[in-house]
């Protein structure tokens, strides 16, 4: 059985908390780094990361890209998207593709 | 392209083409994985980037209700009112092959199925604004799980098509080259050999030719 876990400001994740995920607030990224690799290593399956703090630990973020689990997705936070997630499915793109074919219209 | 460093004999010559058919069949399967998976990828990946943007909506509309019960309540009352959630969830993961690769399908199962009963407070201390929160989060719920699963494989695929694509350039620019270079060496090689063979082999017998003749004549 797999939980999900939220990571993020304590005013942008509270809610999460109604509807059954874990929620673990942390105020610097260094904080955040450390619950995500504690969390990496137990029954996550996925980890909601919002943006704020996803682009200060893109590193770490990218260390479990390639394995199964846990899935790491940023969502946005309480101050607005920051575009960090669309970057995400852009790279993915570029990575398979070797150049950018699904945002180039925009 | 460089030849291999071989010697250069028939047992050689035979065991380099069986390489190279190898190589040649391998080359085509794996083109052709490659083909496959980037369509599959493709379709994945535009159905992530539109799930993207339905679930990033989504969420900022969370996030301005909360914004706005946050203004009408104390902070205090909010988190209390959070603090003992009644529905909890429970995800179930199981695999989906996709041209080898292993990509995970999220099953979840809510403890609450009535969708009035999933407010963890009563109503009385809190604003309306929070159950706007709340009912549009657990609708959110659904579209953040398959997005997950969504970027999930498309992240996977993405990193067999790396592997993949490096495979077949592999083949296709250093190793079938390199092999046809050195069977090629190894046939020339080969048949100078036997060129050479013939006419060593044309020279003794013009030599026992003359020999034969001088013993007739000094006879």
Partial sequence: ??????????????????????????????????????????????????????????????????????????????????????????????RAVGADILFRDE | MAIMRVNPTRMELSRLKKRLQVARRGHKLLKDKLDELMKKFLDLVRKNKELRETVEEMLMQVHQNFLIARAVMSSEGLEAALMLPKQSISLEVTTKNIMSVDV????????????????????????????GAISALSKALPYMLELAQTEKSAQLLAQEIEKT???????????????????????????????????????????????????????
């Fill in chain 2, 104 to 131: 995970p399908v999220l099953d979840y199962k809510t403890s609450n199925h009535d969708e009035s009963s999933i407010y963890p407070y009563g109503f009385a201390t809190t604003s309306g604004e929070l159950d």
């Fill in chain 1, 1 to 94: 059985m797999y939980k999900i876990g939220v990571i993020g400001d304590k005013d942008s994740i509270l809610g999460f908390k109604a509807i059954g995920m874990s929620v673990f607030p942390v105020t610097t990224s260094n904080e955040a780094e450390e619950i995500l690799d504690k969390l990496a290593r137990e029954e996550y399956a996925v980890i909601y990361i919002t943006e704020q703090f996803a682009k200060d630990i893109v590193s770490t973020i990218d260390k479990y890209s390639d394995d199964r689990f846990p899935a790491i997705i940023p969502i946005p936070g309480n101050q607005g998207s920051l575009g960090i997630g669309m970057m995400g499915v852009k790279k993915n793109v570029e």
């Fill in chain 2, 165 to 219: 694509r490096r495979r077949v350039n592999a083949l296709e620019y250093v190793m079938i080259p390199q092999l046809s270079e050195t069977i090629k060496y190894i046939t020339m090689k080969l048949d100078e050999n036997e060129r050479g063979n013939l006419t060593r082999l044309m020279k003794v017998k013009d030599m026992m030719i003359e020999q034969a003749r001088k013993a007739a004549a000094q006879g």
